[in-house]
């Protein structure tokens, strides 16, 4: 299982980004994925998750109303449509998915907001 991340960098609060996951290794249509971050000195947390089909997602508190995820089976990628972003969403981006009972991480994207 192979996950990379792309599209992070630096964005001025307000603007957007659209982050994706290229994943390689296994039946990528078949399998749930999901976005996480981590900030300096913070836990790993769920930012958004989709089912295998994309027909449902879910979304933390903090990102509902301004981040989208969806997917391409046809290209085994998951993307991560970021708007109205804010200082707070400054971190770590990874994608991950659980595959035959272990998870399995990408390597990260930083997405930094300021100004």
């Known amino acids: 299982v192979q996950l990379v991340e792309s599209g992070g960098g630096l964005v001025q609060p307000g603007g957007s980004l659209r982050l994706s996951c290229a994943a390689s290794?296994?039946?990528?249509?078949?399998?749930?994925m999901s976005w996480y971050r981590q900030a300096p000195g913070k836990e790993r947390e769920l930012v958004a998750g989709i089912s295998s089909t994309g027909a449902n997602a879910n979304y933390a508190s903090s990102v509902k109303g301004r981040f989208t995820i969806s997917r391409d089976n046809a290209k085994s990628t998951v993307f991560l449509r970021m708007n109205s972003l804010k200082p707070e969403d400054t971190a770590v981006y990874y994608c991950?998915?659980?595959?035959?009972?272990?998870?399995?991480w990408g390597q990260g994207t930083q997405v930094t907001v300021s100004s």
């Open positions: 290794g296994f039946t990528f249509s078949n399998y749930g």
């Open positions: 991950t998915t659980v595959w035959t009972g272990s998870r399995y």
